[in-house]
């Protein structure tokens, strides 16, 4: 397993931009596939980006297609969300996490599928 600590979280207007990072310390964050969800308050955790161990391939979630980027360092044992052009409904908890083997299909975008995870970082998208 590996440790994730998310950051980059904080209050943003409506159709501004904001960065997450996530920072993994542990064995083997190179091998692991890494992904960012979201909860809002009442909401289950839901699938927000997600990418391979290689960065070859990236996948997302409909309501962020366009809108956001999920990136890696491995170099830097670090995964970045970059957002743009907010809502008011991207206002949420967001977690990075790792799953290791890889998730197979589209598992994905399952919670389950994860086996580490951050504390959490809140952003907050004012209109």
């Known amino acids: 397993q590996v440790q994730l600590v998310e950051s980059g979280g904080g209050s943003v207007q409506a159709g501004g931009s904001l960065r997450l990072s996530c920072a993994a310390s542990?064995?083997?964050?190179?091998?692991?596939?890494m992904g960012w969800f979201r909860q809002s308050p009442g909401k289950e955790r839901e699938f927000v980006a997600a990418?391979?161990?290689?960065?070859?391939?990236?996948y997302y979630a409909d309501s962020v297609k366009g809108r956001f980027t999920i990136s890696r360092d491995n170099a830097a044992k670090t995964v970045r969300l970059q957002m743009s052009a907010m809502k008011s409904e991207d206002t949420a908890v967001y977690y990075c996490?790792?799953?290791?083997?890889?998730?197979?299909?589209?598992?994905?975008?399952?919670?389950?599928?994860?086996?580490?995870w951050g504390q959490g970082t809140q952003v907050t998208v004012t209109s």
């Open positions: 542990g064995r083997n964050f190179n091998s692991h596939f």
């Open positions: 996490a790792a799953a290791y083997p890889p998730p197979y299909g589209n598992r994905y975008s399952s919670r389950l599928a994860y086996d580490s």
């Open positions: 990418i391979t161990w290689n960065g070859d391939s990236t």
